[in-house]
């Protein structure tokens, strides 16, 4: 039994061992972070009462190990790391059974190598024992057992359901293997209260199997929830998991209200019988001293050339890329900015970071995968020009590099790279092949109970009226950093909050809001390491899902020293490849994108007068109004136009402002002279980050370090560190002879516009996308819509009436240009969109139910020689990838007119659809045959003559409405006219 020291009195103590976080997605609602991602509220009560430790042990999985740990240590709270694993009672690659056979067991590590094992395990749980659950088997616990403590675990433990079947040898078998499996005295026999008879009955068992193996006791309280009223937010949290409605009776559901964090004293009164279960608690707590490194970095080894090191090699590759970008001579300044930031990156150690990214660019290049012109910070620095990850010069655009790399504060460089979407997956499989599969995963990520989607989830599972809830919803703003308690001050929630229904519906929504919901692959995010993957973060795949993520998400995995890579998919770079490849198929064999005159006559014409439709960026209705008001005259315009097109300058006044400097009707004065470099290009509004930064170190001195600290307080708007940046500010100008009363007005300007600033850097990089698709619809008007149409096969949903159809909507942006789309047809068509004679002519993949195998095979069929007939058409496609339903989208489409030449459309397409079970059966009759071995006599062709049945040639054509009706059936619109216009 745990004594205090002699002669004095002191508190009762205990550690809770078994807990469930929000990351148990079905059942857990403690939560570890607040909305702001500090500590929450329970790990800093638990800090405050004196907790010795505290545990997370959640449901199969280590989502949230890192996050606990990091929000423990800063309340100087011990983080426990666990896991309630689901154990099989045979092997993890049993299968076959119920779900009730996966069993629990509660399983910590006690150091850094049990935290590995414990990652180990986690991880081919998913990978190898998925089966309803993350299983593992007890000869895996005990290859990986080192550095672990076991505890028996809940009701639902291999040992507990043995104790109540009554077979109590089988139980002390179990608890022998167990024991003896792990390293010693790191096994204990959980016991729990929470009022229950079966408990009870377990524990009596446990009590005697403890006198019989000497096997110690441990008490814990499986908690899922922080205070006692929290249970029915709990009980709401497991019916939105399952599926369920709180008045349903036979469903998943918490017997008692428990299953809350309960204090020392309750645990000591409820486990008075057995002392020595308490002590365990602190026992183990002392026992379990995990360290987990977040300070180092551990980027993959980048083998160089001999003779080099990692930053001789940098600095070769950024000198002869500066060279190749200015074959006359590199400036001094370009010289100087290269220097300052090679220095800084070896001195981070971050030199190989830039060869990784500049190896698997590179890469994307040599296989004619197109690549993006940069995207965030990353454009600002002159390593990643040179290097050619970007493209965007730094120094011609005032682009800082302190914005992507603050030299005073070390973390990890974060270059977002874009990649056309159809060749994105083919540069991450040359990173797996060059690193190792084993080194190379896919990043998880985490669904939230947002404040709409909680409402409606909560409203669900009370069984509201879906057009209450609807309503309730509706009052809730949208957007990001919207929340519930904010939302519940207008007085229109407040109005129906007056309804008891109403206000226990928004209560159980406050306590479940933000919480974690489900699980995803993130869209971009690919973690490479230097050993395998699994060394640093656990793994999981999911039961329907055959890719790998890591069980940390792009938050975590940074703050651990990893090398995460945002691999994106930009469409944009698809159409801009596919627009150059017809250019230059038209006789434009030089035509060169990234050499393009910036400062294109028609390109300004054609965005000043808005018509930007399909231009990167500057597409959607509100931004080409805002197009119209700026009338851009310059790249710059565009650039701003880019960071301007937000709430936040709309909002301030700030776009406005831009706008009527823009045109002159607001004289653009300076408060002193240092300002106008700085914001000349913005007509005096300070619209980017970077003016901010720059601001700082011209007019009061911060270094390049600290100008990054001050443009970071004013997005965070905190303001305790803007009062003390302020002061600096002031004193600093004050050694600029400018007076402290300007000095403050220009810092409340900063304040005011700085917080809404947008990365220049990012606005640039963009811009040129911007740009490039710009000046290619205005210059090369067929190409570049042909290419915008093509990129929306696939994504234009057909039929959906609650969504536009881009498809649609290009289509008539074309025409209005004055181009003609002609009709798809099996004999001309490609498989996408085409420029034929000067006109543009429909993609068989457009259609609906044709899919790439099906296009392919007729594409490749008509080349050889024209279809004849539907019968010779089913001859000599793939039958096996063109079935009824393809054939009948095909004629739907108007694709098959042709093989009826001489009739008038509707007659054909009712002759053809009358034809297609014939055709299409007999071919694959014919076919079927061929496979069985029973071939034509003598080897006569296959191929049947055009034939029209009598009941064909009889048929009525179809009516006008039903033609129409079956174009927009397949092509989503009316291709050959419009109903209305009859």
Known sequence: MYLPPSGTMSKPEFVHLHNHSEYSLMDGV???????????????????????????????????????????????????????????????????????????????????????????????????????????????????????????????????????????SQAEKLVTQFRDSLEPDSYYLEIMDHGLDKQRQVTQALLELNKRTGIPLVATNDCHYWKPDDFEAHDARVCIATGRKLQETERLKFETHEFYIKSPEQMHKLFAFAPQSLESTLKIAEMCNLKIPMDQTLLPEFKVPAGYDQDTYLAHLCVEGLKERFP???KPEYKERLDYELGVIKRMGFSSYFLIVWDFIKHARSIG????????????????????????????????????????RKSMPDLDIDFADTGRDR????????????????????????????????????????MQVDEIAKKIPTGPNVYLHQAMQTPELAELAKDPQVKRLLELSLKLEGLKRHTGVHAAGTLITKEPVVKYTPLAKGAKSDVVTTQYDGDVCPKLGLLKVDFLGLRTLSIIDDAV???????????????????????????????????????????????????????????SLIALFRPGPMQSGMLDMFVDRKHGREQVAYDVDLLEPILKDTYGCMVFQEQVMEISKKLAGFTPGEADGLRKAMGKKIA??????????????????????????????????????????????????AYQTAYLKANHPIEFMTAVLTSEIGHSSIGAEDKE?????????ARRMGMKVLPPDVNRSETRFDIQNGEIRFGLLAIKNVGTGAADSIVAAAREKPFTSIDDFCARVDLHSINKKCVESLIKA??????????????????????????????????ADLDKGQGLLFGASPDPAPTTSAAEAALKPLSEHDTLAYEREVLGFYFSGHPCSR
């Open 427 to 466: 540069v991450i499989q040359y990173v797996r092949e060059k690193y190792g599969k084993e080194c190379v995963a896919q990043i998880i990520t985490f669904g939230s109970l947002g404040a709409k989607l909680v409402v409606r989830d909560v409203g669900r599972v009370m069984d509201m009226p879906l």
């Open 328 to 330: 006359v001579g590199i």
């Open 581 to 639: 490849k017809f250019i230059k198929r038209g006789g434009n064999a030089g035509f060169d994108i990234d050499a393009l005159p910036f400062d294109d006559a028609k390109t300004y014409e054609m965005l000043r007068t808005a018509k930007s439709l399909a231009v990167f960026q500057l597409d959607s209705q509100g931004i080409r109004d805002l197009l119209f008001r700026i009338k851009p005259t310059v790249f710059d315009d565009i650039v």
């Open 894 to 927: 108007g694709a098959m007119d042709g093989l009826r030449p001489g009739e008038p459309a509707a007659a054909a397409r009712a002759r053809l659809l009358s034809a297609v079970d014939r055709a299409v059966g007999a071919q694959q009759k014919v076919k």
């Open 369 to 408: 995968v197109p690549v993006g012109p940069g995207r965030g910070s990353g454009a600002g620095a002159i390593v990643a020009y040179a290097l050619r990850i970007t493209n965007a010069d730094p120094l011609e655009h005032r682009l800082l590099f302190e914005r992507f790399l603050n030299p005073d």
């Open 30 to 168: 403690i939560r570890l972070s607040d909305k702001d991602g500090k500590p929450s509220q329970a790990l800093k009560d638990l800090a405050a009462s004196g907790a010795k430790g505290f545990a997370i042990t959640d449901h199969g999985n280590m989502y949230g190990a890192v996050e606990f740990y990091s929000n423990a240590k800063a309340v100087g709270l011990k983080a426990i790391i666990g896991c309630e694993m689901y154990i099989s009672k045979g092997t993890r690659f049993d299968r076959g059974h119920s779900q009730k056979e996966n069993c629990h067991l509660t399983v910590l590590a006690k150091n850094y190598e049990g935290y590995q094992n414990l990652m180990e395990l986690s991880s081919i749980a998913f990978q190898e024992g998925y089966y309803y659950d993350p299983r593992i088997d007890k000869e895996l616990l005990a290859k990986h057992s080192k550095g672990l403590i076991v505890l028996s675990g809940c009701l639902k433990s291999e040992l507990n359901q043995a104790i109540l079947a009554g077979d109590l």
């Open 720 to 769: 305790e560190d803007l009062q003390k940046m302020r002061d600096k500010f002031v004193k600093g100008c004050a050694a600029n002879k400018i007076k402290d009363k300007i000095a403050n007005k220009i810092y409340d300007q900063m304040e005011k516009f700085g917080g809404y600033g947008f990365n220049k850097s990012h606005s640039v990089a963009y811009g040129i996308v």
């Open 805 to 813: 159809n881009k498809l649609v909507t290009y289509l008539e942006e």
